[in-house]
T-cell receptor, first 111, second 115 residues
Framework: DAKTTQPPSMDCAEGRAANLPCNHS???????VYWYRQIHSQGPQYIIH???NNETNEMASLIITEDRKSSTLILPHATLRDTAVYYC????????????FGTGTRLQVFP | KAGVTQTPRYLIKTRGQQVTLSCSPI?????VSWYQQTPGQGLQFLFE???????NKGNFPGRFSGRQFSNSRSEMNVSTLELGDSALYLC??????????????FGPGTRLTVT
């Protein structure tokens, strides 16, 4: 079973920031938080990952709470092309690539 | 750099037949994983390979098998197809080796329809 909980759906206006929450209260000390997204009928796309510090790349920012029990993915200026299902996944950082996907959050960006 | 490629992209098979799907990882990636995606079960992990060895396996029946070649390309095989095997089969590759695990990059998938 997935070790994360996400809201099933969210809406966001184009140009505004999209903030996608994720709860992972049972995360272990050696587990990272990863975010992927899947645009309809395509393969999932890696977005960002982090352990305990906030991370930023060209796609998004990841904010992890100090107790590491939850995190937020931020898309700073959402566009229509960001409409997708977003998956938050916790995984260990060694010896396996296995990802356990939950049901994710369906983000709808509207004009 | 070319992404993960999967062939064929679409496939229609009949119950009882078998099928082989192919995956070519990103150049330099040695780890390949396979996933099945269905509307009912979502994305589920099938198995992963590194250096031609199966490193991990998901909870699927023995009809599902895979292998990896010395050039890191991978194939998965499903024998005695059932209607429930209709799904999008996704392959992912990464730089992961014997220690640290890196992010995975997914291919476009193979859409298998079993009639």
């Amino acid at each position: 079973d997935a070790k994360t909980t996400q809201p099933p759906s969210m809406d966001c206006a184009e140009g505004r920031a999209a903030n996608l929450p994720c709860n992972h209260s049972t995360i272990s000390g050696n587990e990272y938080v990863y975010w992927y997204r899947q645009i309809h009928s395509q393969g999932p796309q890696y977005i960002i990952h982090g352990l305990k510090n906030n991370e930023t790349n060209e796609m998004a920012s990841l904010i992890i709470t100090e107790d590491r029990k939850s995190s937020t993915l931020i898309l700073p200026h959402a566009t229509l092309r960001d409409t997708a299902v977003y998956y938050c996944i916790v995984r260990v950082s060694y010896n396996t690539d296995k990802l356990i996907f939950g049901t994710g959050t369906r983000l709808q960006v509207f004009p | 750099k070319a992404g993960v490629t999967q062939t064929p992209r679409y496939l229609i098979k009949t119950r009882g037949q078998q099928v082989t799907l192919s995956c070519s990882p990103i150049s330099g990636h040695r780890s390949v994983s396979w996933y099945q995606q269905t509307p009912g079960q979502g994305l589920q992990f099938l198995f992963e390979y590194f250096s031609e060895t199966q490193r991990n396996k998901g909870n699927f029946p023995g009809r599902f098998s895979g292998r990896q070649f010395s050039n890191s390309r991978s194939e998965m095989n499903v024998s005695t197809l059932e209607l429930g095997d209709s799904a999008l089969y996704l392959c992912a590759s990464s730089l992961s080796g014997g220690g640290y695990s890196y992010e995975q990059y997914f291919g476009p998938g193979t859409r298998l329809t079993v009639t």
